[in-house]
C-alpha cells in the first residue's frame, strides 16, 4: 500500500484540480494523475470522473475521500505535534488578507514577525476574493465583515468603524458641513466597494441615505485617503488608517456623530488538534498588534 497515493488523491479533492493539488504538493501534474491512476488500478474502481471542465467524485470516490481525508489529518495532526515539540517556530507561513486592510498595518505586521521569528518565512496574499483556507493551503487569513464559514476557528481582533474625514485645506475653501444633507454641496471621494452612488450614515438615533453627485471613485483605499490628505474632498473612510493623519493634523473628522458601516475584524484558521508552532506564535503576535488599531477609538 502507497499511502502517498492516498495524500495525493486527498489533496486534488480538495484543490478542485490536478493542477492546482500538484502545485501544492510540489509535484509535476503528471505525476499526480500516474498517483491517482495506480490508486484505482489497484483498488479496482474509479475514484473520479474527469471532465475537461471539472472533476467530480463517484459514490466509491466520497466513501474513500471521507476515509483517507480523516487517516491524512490524523498523520498530519502527528506531525504537527511534532513540531509543537520543538517549540521553535519556523517554516513557511502562509497569510491572506483583503487587499485594502491597510500597507502599513500590514507591513508592520509581517516585520514584527520576521523580528521576533527570524526563521519564519511569511508569504502574505492580498485578495478580495474568498479563499478556501484548506483547499489552497493558506495557514491563516484576516477577515472583515460577518463570517461565512462556522467551521473555521475565528479570534475577534475588533472592528474597523467608516467615518469621514477631509484635509484643513479643503475645508477652509468648502462650503459649510454641519449636517449630512450638506454633503451634496461637496466634492466626494468615493471607496468604489461602498458603494458607487450613496453613502449610508448612521448617528446614535437614526440613519440616512445620502446620494452622492459631485464625486471621485476609485477601487484602492490607499489613493482615496492619499486624495483626502491633499485637500481633494471629503472621504468615507476607515477610522484608523487615518489616525495618524489625524495626530499630524492633515486630517480631520467631520460630521462626528455620524458614520458609516462597522465592520468586524477577526483571525480565522481551519480547526487542528495540535497548533503548529508558527502558527501559534503568528496569532499570539498579531493579535497584540492588530486589536489596538482596531479597539481604540478616534477623540
Known amino acids: 500500500m502507497d499511502f502517498n497515493e492516498s495524500a495525493v488523491f486527498v489533496k486534488v479533492v480538495q484543490a478542485g484540480s490536478f493542477s492546482a493539488a500538484a502545485r501544492q504538493v510540489g509535484l509535476p501534474t503528471s505525476t499526480v494523475s500516474t498517483r491517482i491512476s495506480r490508486l484505482e488500478k489497484r483498488l479496482g474502481i474509479t475514484l473520479l470522473q474527469r471532465t475537461t471542465r471539472r472533476l467530480s467524485l463517484t459514490e466509491a470516490g466520497t466513501v474513500y475521500y471521507h476515509h483517507a481525508s480523516q487517516g491524512l489529518s490524523y498523520l498530519l495532526e502527528a506531525e504537527a505535534a511534532v513540531d509543537e515539540a520543538r517549540k521553535q517556530p519556523q517554516g513557511k507561513l502562509k497569510v491572506t488578507a483583503p487587499a485594502d486592510l491597510g500597507d502599513s498595518l500590514l507591513a508592520n505586521l509581517i516585520q514584527r514577525t520576521q523580528r521576533e521569528f527570524p526563521e519564519l518565512e511569511v508569504e502574505l496574499l492580498l485578495t478580495d476574493r474568498y479563499i478556501d483556507l484548506v483547499a489552497e493551503g493558506v495557514d491563516v487569513a484576516i477577515r472583515t465583515g460577518d463570517l461565512r464559514d462556522s467551521s473555521l ?147
Open 153 to 299: 476557528i475565528a479570534k475577534s481582533l475588533g472592528t474597523i468603524h467608516w467615518e469621514l474625514f477631509a484635509s484643513h485645506e479643503y475645508l477652509k475653501k468648502a462650503a459649510p458641513l454641519e449636517e449630512p444633507q450638506d454633503i451634496h454641496a461637496h466634492h466626494c471621494l468615493q471607496f468604489t466597494p461602498m458603494g458607487r452612488d450613496a453613502w449610508t450614515l448612521r448617528s446614535e438615533y437614526s440613519s440616512m441615505t445620502i446620494p452622492l453627485q459631485a464625486r471621485t471613485m476609485a477601487n484602492s483605499i490607499g489613493v482615496v485617503k492619499s486624495m483626502t490628505e491633499n485637500g481633494q474632498g471629503i472621504a468615507l473612510l476607515p477610522a484608523f488608517i487615518c489616525k495618524q493623519g489625524v495626530n499630524r493634523g492633515d486630517l480631520l473628522r467631520v460630521l462626528p456623530d455620524w458614520q458609516g458601516k462597522a465592520d468586524p475584524v477577526h483571525l480565522v484558521y481551519p480547526k487542528q488538534r495540535f497548533m503548529p508552532p508558527k502558527l501559534r506564535a503568528f496569532l499570539d503576535l498579531a493579535q497584540a498588534e492588530l486589536r489596538p488599531q482596531f479597539l481604540s477609538e478616534l477623540a
